[in-house]
């Protein structure tokens, strides 16, 4: 009961866009997904017959937060302190002898991904992409199983290109494997329980198995496959599952890609995927994400590493109140709320969280009473609460995220804003009174 086609199955019934035309995946797919974003919509899309194919494509799974607390078994307010809890409660992940990611075993010639509905989603992009995989490795030493996301341009039938950009723990593993002359294995998992890509999704330490995560969310172990031909696991429900290896020692060019900056980059470390086996199920669902400056994107990267980092944070700030990665901000921006009770306090909450995330490059303090989800209210903090002589401070060249165009050499300079007031202020906000306010409302819901 932990499949993607399970949680599918979930959804009410205005959750999910049927297209049911045969509408050709290329462009379209993004199209309608960034359309249906400007209209503050974030339905499910899926093209149930897309042209060429005989798969159908879901995709904007993850445009939703409401959605992705349900993926973990709960609301968006009570996501961090389930996030906190499955990490309290991990559970390894068990191997089982067979499940239906292993219906269908396609090795050799007829291991042929062009046959896969994989499109382009942007003009810019270099070629058609897999933008859902969930790469799966292992440490080489510790043999620790690691989950993360890359990018992968299909170069042709058994070849695709991708970048470990993130310098993330499969950049580790492989700089490892490379350092003894192997090439190293991975499995890309395509459509799998939501909960998986929520935990693939964070940025733990490396002695921790991802799965083992997605099992604290879901309640159960995820049950895993041993693949075909290499030595990885995979979960058994999975959709698609492409096996294989990244190259210790071939490098090509790889991108451009529209990328969740906004921009189209083509800044890659231009590793190269051989494919040694599809397997799937019989009758598969094929994963997209929508990748670029979207919803769905932004959501899927940060929900969990802001759950992560809140947790971090409160440990040493206990009074901090919440945690806001907005949209407009890609991943460099993030709002933390506390309630102060000393001078100094917002300072120090704010020189945490650029220490925790490398991605941070602006980071803003408020008091308790702004609300960080709403940008006009942590604007208008900014305004009244904040002097810059004063109430910030800038680290220079520290390591960052390289998509961003505006870095050099990989680092960028950190900036701290306090707009909390100090605690003596004599600045009143305007107020109403309660019944006031209630009378309000009741009239405006029963005019
Ligand atoms: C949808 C999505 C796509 C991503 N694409 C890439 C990518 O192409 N290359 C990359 O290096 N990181 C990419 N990332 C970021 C990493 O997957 C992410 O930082 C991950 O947590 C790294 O985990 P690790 O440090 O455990 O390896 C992507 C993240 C998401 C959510």
Redesign the pocket.
């Known amino acids: 009961m932990t499949s993607l086609r399970n949680f599918l199955d979930t959804l009410p019934a205005h959750e999910i866009l049927d297209v049911r035309e045969p509408v050709g995946l290329d462009f379209c797919k993004t199209a309608l997904a960034l359309e249906l974003e400007a209209r503050k919509q974030f339905p499910v899309i899926r093209f149930t017959a897309p042209a060429g194919y005989d798969v159908p494509v879901v995709t904007n799974l993850f445009a939703d937060r409401d959605r992705i607390a349900r993926m973990a078994g709960t609301t968006r307010e009570g996501f961090n302190a389930t996030w906190t809890a499955a990490l309290d409660r991990m559970m390894p992940a068990r191997i089982v002898d067979d499940g239906p990611v292993h219906e269908v075993v396609l090795t050799g010639s007829e291991a042929d991904v062009t046959a896969l509905p994989i499109s382009r989603h942007f003009q810019g992009d270099a070629g058609r992409y897999v933008?859902?995989g969930i790469l799966v490795c292992k440490d080489p030493d510790t043999g620790v199983r690691?989950?993360?996301?890359?990018?992968m341009q299909m170069k042709g039938p058994d070849r695709f290109g991708?970048?470990?950009?993130?310098?993330?723990?499969?950049?580790e593993h492989l700089q490892r494997s490379a350092a003894r002359g192997k090439n190293l294995e991975v499995a890309v998992v395509i459509g799998c329980h939501p909960a998986i890509y929520l935990a693939?999704?964070?940025?733990?330490a490396?002695e921790v198995d991802?799965f083992a995560i997605a099992g604290g969310l879901l309640g159960q172990p995820v049950d895993l496959v041993r693949c075909k031909t290499i030595d990885v696991e995979v979960p058994a429900e999975a959709e698609y599952v492409i096996e294989g290896e990244i190259l210790a020692d071939e490098f090509e060019d790889e991108g451009p890609f529209g990328e969740?900056t906004g921009y189209s980059t083509s800044r890659s470390?231009r590793n190269v995927f051989v494919v040694k086996a599809i397997t799937r199920r019989r009758q598969p669902i094929f994963l997209d994400?929508v990748?670029g400056y979207s919803n769905e994107?932004l959501l899927?990267?940060r929900s969990a590493?802001e759950a992560h980092v809140f947790a971090r944070l409160k440990e040493m700030v206990p009074n901090v109140l919440a945690l806001n990665y907005p949209k407009s901000g890609t991943h460099f921006h993030a709002y933390v709320s506390l309630r102060k009770t000393a001078e100094g306090q917002a300072r120090h909450a704010l020189m945490l969280l650029l220490g925790l995330d490398s991605y941070i490059k602006l980071a803003v303090a408020v008091d308790e009473d702004v609300d960080v989800y709403d940008e006009d209210q942590v604007l208008w903090a900014l305004a009244t609460r904040f002097q810059a002589d004063t109430d910030m401070f800038v680290v220079p060249k520290v390591f960052c995220n390289r998509l961003d165009p505006s870095s050099v050499d990989g680092m960028s300079a950190k900036l701290a804003l306090d707009a909390t007031a100090p605690l003596q202020s004599e600045a009143e906000r305007t107020a109403l009174p309660a019944e006031a306010v209630q009378w309000a409302r009741d009239f405006l819901t029963h005019p």
Request: aromatic content about 10%; overall charge positive.
């Open positions: 933008s859902s690691n989950l993360s996301f890359q990018r991708a970048s470990l950009h993130s310098r993330g723990h499969i950049w693939a999704a964070a940025k733990v490396m991802e969740y470390t994400i990748p994107h899927l990267g590493k």
